[in-house]
């Protein structure tokens, strides 16, 4: 088999922004719509498969734009890859990552201490120079002391939680996660905003509906363009959905929360076409990272083909389900091949928005305006890098994905019912003990493999000229690479939510024990 070599221009510049940039051609600025899901699997939609085909709004949506199959998260796990998507840049570079042992996954949770960085640049941020009116509804995970919160960078509103949607808790060991509006607690998870775990009934997403529909109207009717990010988390578990769609799918309560998030994605992209706004707002879809296989079937969805999922650099874990809509800009119907990240979400908003990107940092976003609006079937050969906390576990290039480690997760969680790859185990590939592969690489052809099953034989010419071309996008990426200040060391029973701001107004502050900060520990 002939591969065909990079050219030197991808070694130039694969750590920097590959800018692409066209100017739009009735120079305005769109408003932008992110709808990031929260642990949606690559296949848990009609279009990409899923065969009870209960996503007819989403699948509606990629026949009127473009769906991108080879689109990526930046981490296997939620808060990395919303910094990453906020930030454009890898989370070794933004801080969304740990160093307490190699390769581990890190979030936050509420014991932890960090947060996002007051050094990094959100999209909000950059988007104010154009006027932008930012709003965040949903999950934020970030952080949740003030100083981490999203009005404190760059957001003007926000409806929803700094933390997962987890409990409910007694108030004394571990509080209950709240919810706010804007800068200050409403209420709490369980106590105020119920989740019914017998049933799996709530009512936030139709809460989180409104508030995205609300927002759109002010903003169209004062004339102002706007960001609206829009975070959902019902597929994640516990997963919920409200009366109305409790018992309707064929795949459970799971399938429930889907419907439901299908059936807003369908609403508010209604309301813009109501609104003649439709053709000025550039709408994108995916979710922040693969499918939680370990909550499956019953509150995790499907990686369609792939292999494993979340917490995981398998293509199961990073691969996510993605949708471009802006009729009149990006044409009916498009499926691109392009390999893309949410990085490029960054560096794509602020390119429509007419916005130049910072340029005193590396980013790791690509502009995809040529690919959006022109449908360029010319593929960018550009890399993807799979990081797992600190570590590069993989790079993709072209239909080429190459293992530097190896690892699902450990013997000792997997003998205790933990299990990222259910029915998916691959020897010598889904390993349980952490494998360096750094000398010889395991190389899969994704286009003939893309379960990852089937390892290039190290023999053949196909695998040297495949080693020889990433090695050298890997050795550019590495010398260049100046990692963060790690945000997810420590951790600090005290730092918990006990008393957000505006506790006082609704008598819910609660008394936190003395700090006794530790180094966090992250299993996998």
């Given amino acids: 088999m002939r591969v065909v070599s990079i050219p030197n221009l991808v070694l130039l510049s694969v750590t920097i922004c590959c800018s692409l940039t066209e100017t739009l051609s009735n120079g305005t600025s769109p408003n932008i719509i992110i709808m990031l899901m929260d642990?949606?699997?690559?296949?848990?939609?009609?279009?990409?498969?899923?065969?009870?085909?209960?996503?007819?709004?989403?699948?509606?949506?990629?026949?009127?734009?473009?769906?991108?199959?080879?689109?990526?998260?930046?981490?296997?796990?939620?808060?990395?890859?919303?910094?990453?998507?906020?930030?454009?840049?890898?989370?070794?570079?933004?801080?969304?990552?740990?160093?307490?042992?190699?390769?581990?996954?890190?979030?936050?949770?509420?014991?932890?201490?960090?947060?996002?960085?007051?050094?990094?640049?959100l999209l909000p941020e950059m988007l104010k120079k154009k006027g932008y009116v930012s709003k965040i509804v949903g999950k934020w995970h970030l952080g949740h002391r003030p100083q981490y919160l999203p009005l404190e960078h760059g957001f003007d509103e926000w409806f929803g939680s700094?933390?997962?949607?987890?409990?409910?808790?007694?108030?004394?060991?571990?509080?209950?996660?709240?919810?706010?509006?804007?800068?200050?607690?409403?209420?709490?998870?369980?106590?105020?905003?119920?989740?019914?775990?017998?049933?799996?009934?709530?009512?936030?997403?139709?809460?989180?509906?409104?508030?995205?529909?609300?927002?759109?109207?002010?903003?169209?009717?004062?004339?102002?363009?706007?960001?609206?990010?829009?975070?959902?988390?019902?597929?994640?578990?516990?997963?919920?959905?409200?009366?109305?769609?409790?018992?309707?799918?064929?795949?459970?309560?799971?399938?429930?929360?889907?419907?439901?998030?299908?059936?807003?994605?369908?609403?508010?992209?209604s309301l813009l076409q109501g609104l003649g706004i439709e053709k000025n707002t550039f709408v994108f879809f995916t979710s922040d990272n693969g499918a939680a296989l370990i909550s499956s079937p019953h509150e995790g969805g499907s990686n369609g083909p792939f292999l494993c999922g979340k917490q995981t650099t398998f293509e199961g874990g990073m691969r996510e389900p993605a949708i471009a809509w802006w009729p009149g800009h990006i044409k009916d119907g498009t499926v691109s091949l392009q390999p893309a990240n949410v990085m490029d979400l960054f560096t794509t908003s602020l390119a429509l928005a007419g916005i130049s990107p910072p340029d005193d940092r590396t980013l790791d976003g690509m502009d995809l305006t040529p690919v959006l609006l022109n449908g360029s079937h010319k593929l960018h050969n550009r890399p993807i890098f799979f990081y797992r906390g600190n570590e590069m576990m993989a790079v993709r290039l072209g239909q080429y994905k190459?293992?530097?480690?190896?690892?699902?997760?450990?013997?000792?969680?997997?003998?205790?019912?933990?299990?990222?790859?259910?029915?998916?185990?691959?020897?010598?590939?889904?390993?349980?003990?952490?494998?360096?592969?750094?000398?010889?690489?395991?190389?899969?052809?994704?286009?003939?493999?893309?379960?990852?099953?089937?390892?290039?034989?190290?023999?053949?010419?196909?695998?040297?000229?495949?080693?020889?071309n990433i090695s050298a996008v890997v050795q550019q990426h590495q010398k260049t690479l100046v990692p963060g200040m790690p945000q997810l060391n420590m951790c600090d029973l005290a730092v918990m939510n006990w008393a957000p701001p505006g506790c006082e107004k609704l008598g819910k502050c609660l008394k936190p024990p003395k700090s006794a900060p530790w180094k966090c520990l992250w299993p996998h």
């Fill in 39 to 121: 642990d949606m699997g690559w296949g848990d939609l009609g279009v990409l498969g899923q065969p009870s085909k209960e996503t007819p709004n989403l699948d509606a949506m990629a026949a009127q734009g473009m769906l991108l199959t080879n689109f990526y998260t930046a981490n296997p796990l939620c808060s990395p890859s919303r910094a990453a998507l906020l930030t454009g840049r890898l989370p070794v570079r933004n801080g969304f990552y740990t160093t307490n042992a190699h390769a581990r996954n890190a979030y936050t949770p509420q014991e932890i201490v960090g947060g996002i960085s007051k050094d990094e640049i």
């Fill in 162 to 269: 700094p933390n997962c949607h987890f409990g409910p808790y007694n108030g004394s060991v571990r509080p209950n996660i709240p919810v706010y509006n804007n800068s200050e607690m409403i209420g709490r998870y369980f106590e105020d905003f119920k989740i019914d775990l017998r049933t799996g009934e709530s009512n936030l997403t139709q809460m989180y509906l409104m508030e995205g529909i609300d927002f759109i109207r002010r903003q169209t009717d004062a004339k102002q363009p706007f960001f609206l990010y829009w975070a959902a988390d019902a597929t994640h578990a516990p997963v919920y959905a409200s009366k109305s769609f409790l018992g309707k799918s064929q795949r459970g309560r799971y399938g429930d929360a889907v419907m439901e998030l299908d059936y807003s994605v369908g609403q508010i992209l």
């Fill in 402 to 468: 190459a293992h530097y480690w190896t690892w699902s997760n450990s013997w000792e969680e997997f003998q205790h019912g933990i299990n990222f790859c259910p029915g998916q185990e691959v020897p010598g590939v889904t390993t349980h003990d952490q494998k360096e592969h750094t000398l010889q690489p395991l190389i899969f052809h994704l286009g003939q493999d893309p379960g990852e099953k089937y390892p290039l034989s190290v023999l053949t010419m196909e695998y040297q000229e495949v080693l020889r």
